[in-house]
């Protein structure tokens, strides 16, 4: 799973639209658990698995941390979590012995996903089937019901929202030359939107708007006491 990267590189360049028909899905996966296998640090989560976690699992990051299932990672300069690969066979730590997984309802974003893609284009967001990444043979399915994913409107509008944070405070952290200021923001940052425990019988997108927003005001504040 690439994060940024070349279209025409990693897809045959056809793009879908959630109503579009795809050829998807791997019907069960027949005991492949290849994606599940030396990701690395690629299956980064954003602050939507975070809360989904917490409402399946009923943990929260540090729990995770300490368990070993998530690890943190750096991403352009910003401290994001990721899916914990374990082990010398580096497999996901869910992944069950029997190769399925073993917290399926409640996986996290780039696993509902895969073997798709995403591309952020402007205001939308588009699909497409990534090369080389899952050799199995592979039906058609509408793009909406391979995400399995509630109010997906809603959260693909997180989404683009999501990747704009992302893109700014990436900007923002890499203009920042003292690297123990560049730590304390990173950790704010990871406290706002990741370590703070979510309420996970309360809606998503209300807490994560109310988060956005304090993150802003906080920035704001930090960013006119820098500069002055
Ligand atoms: S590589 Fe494809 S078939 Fe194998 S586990 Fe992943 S999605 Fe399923
Ligand atoms: S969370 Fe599940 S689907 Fe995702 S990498 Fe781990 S075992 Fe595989």
């Excluded at 989560?45 to 750096?74: C, M, N, Q, T």
């Excluded at 994001?80 to 399925?100: I, K, N, Q, S, Y």
């Excluded at 990444?133 to 399995?148: G, R």
Aim: hydrophobic content about 35%.
């Amino acid at each position: 799973m690439k994060r940024f990267a070349n279209l025409e590189e990693i897809s045959d360049g056809k793009l879908y639209q959630t109503r579009d028909m795809v050829k998807a899905d791997c019907l069960g996966c027949k005991n492949c658990s290849k994606c599940c296998h030396g990701m690395g640090d690629t299956i980064t989560l954003d602050p939507y698995d975070i809360w989904r976690f917490r409402k399946g699992l009923h943990k929260e990051l540090r729990d995770f941390l300490e368990e070993g299932s998530v690890a943190l990672g750096v991403v352009d300069g910003v401290i994001l979590p990721h899916m914990a690969m374990v082990g010398e066979e580096e497999r996901c730590f869910f992944l069950t012995d029997e190769g399925w997984c073993g917290i399926h309802p409640w996986r996290s974003g780039l696993c509902r996903l895969f073997p798709l893609g995403r591309c952020y284009e402007g205001d939308r967001l588009q699909y497409f089937v990534q090369r080389g990444e899952c050799e199995q043979p592979k039906v058609k399915v509408k793009v909406e019901k391979w995400l399995d994913t509630p109010q997906l409107q809603q959260y693909e509008g997180f989404l683009l929202e999501w990747r704009n944070i992302l893109n700014q405070t990436i900007e923002q952290f890499g203009r920042l030359e003292d690297i123990e200021l560049q730590r304390e923001w990173n950790l704010r940052f990871l406290s706002c939107f990741f370590a703070t425990p979510y309420e996970w019988e309360a809606d998503f997108y209300e807490q994560f708007a109310q988060r956005r927003t304090l993150w802003n005001s906080w920035n704001e504040r930090e960013h006119k006491a820098t500069e002055g």
